[in-house]
Structures are given as structure tokens and as C-alpha cells.
């Protein structure tokens, strides 16, 4: 009871606040905003979800090792190869991934090359 009537009122009060401060604030409407942003994520998840569920028909000796505490994270890492390739995949196939987020990764992967390279180099100055 508590619980319920506490998770529908944060509902109610989160869409209304969402609404109220889309109408009043960004002068936008918030189906606008959830077509925008959210709706392509949002599918590219549910069809990367379907993949893995039709990896498990195709796979149904891999769902029986979830009964086997030491083999769930060879599934999860199998579940995880097929869901991160076709989400990003369906990310750029869908335009959601822009020029400047794909900059943004690629600065991100030039640091972290270069931090695991030389990791403590600029922390103790020692220069050879």
C-alpha cells in the first residue's frame, strides 16, 4: 500500500513537474523533446533487448548456465558482446550519435591511450 501510493504520487508529481517546466520555462513541449532525445535511444535498446532475447532461442544451452553462479558472467559478457555492438551500432544508424559527441570519444580515447602509456609521468615530473 505505502509503497504503491509513495511510487504513484512520484510519478504524477515527476510528469507534472516535466510538463510545468517544459510549458513555462523551455518554451517547447515535452513530446517534442521526448521524440528528440529519447525516443531513438530508447528504441536502439529495445532492439539490441530483442537480439540478445533471440541469441537465448538460438542459444538455450547458454540460459541454463544462469543456474551455475560460476558461469553467469561468461552469459552476461555474451549477452554483453551482442547488446553494446548493435546499440551502438543502431545509435549512428538512427543519426543519435552526432560530430561532436564522436570528437568527444575520440579525445577520450586519446587520453586514456595516453594515461595508460605514461600514467604517472606528469604526476612525479621524471623525464628520462
Given at each position: 500500500?505505502?509503497?504503491?501510493?509513495?511510487?504513484?504520487?512520484?510519478?504524477?508529481?515527476?510528469?507534472?513537474?516535466?510538463?510545468v517546466f517544459h510549458r513555462n520555462y523551455v518554451q517547447n513541449s515535452v513530446r517534442t523533446v521526448f521524440r528528440d532525445v529519447y525516443l531513438r535511444p530508447i528504441a536502439a535498446g529495445?532492439?539490441?533487448?530483442?537480439?540478445?532475447?533471440?541469441?537465448?532461442?538460438?542459444?538455450?544451452?547458454?540460459?541454463?548456465?544462469?543456474?551455475?553462479?560460476?558461469?553467469?558472467?561468461?552469459?552476461?559478457?555474451?549477452?554483453?558482446?551482442?547488446?553494446?555492438?548493435?546499440?551502438?551500432?543502431?545509435?549512428?544508424?538512427?543519426?543519435?550519435?552526432?560530430?561532436?559527441?564522436?570528437?568527444?570519444?575520440?579525445?577520450?580515447?586519446?587520453?586514456?591511450?595516453?594515461?595508460?602509456?605514461?600514467?604517472?609521468?606528469?604526476?612525479?615530473?621524471?623525464?628520462?
Amino acid at each position: 500500500g505505502a509503497a504503491a501510493g509513495s511510487s504513484l504520487a512520484f510519478v504524477i508529481a515527476t510528469v507534472y513537474l516535466l510538463l510545468v517546466f517544459h510549458r513555462n520555462y523551455v518554451q517547447n513541449s515535452v513530446r517534442t523533446v521526448f521524440r528528440d532525445v529519447y525516443l531513438r535511444p530508447i528504441a536502439a535498446g529495445v532492439f539490441a533487448d530483442l537480439a540478445v532475447l533471440g541469441f537465448h532461442k538460438l542459444t538455450p544451452q547458454l540460459v541454463s548456465w544462469e543456474t551455475v553462479r560460476y558461469l553467469v558472467p561468461i552469459k552476461m559478457a555474451a549477452d554483453f558482446g551482442i547488446f553494446a555492438p548493435l546499440y551502438i551500432v543502431l545509435l549512428v544508424t538512427f543519426r543519435q550519435v552526432t560530430a561532436i559527441d564522436w570528437n568527444n570519444f575520440v579525445g577520450l580515447m586519446s587520453f586514456s591511450s595516453e594515461f595508460l602509456r605514461h600514467p604517472l609521468r606528469e604526476r612525479v615530473k621524471i623525464y628520462r
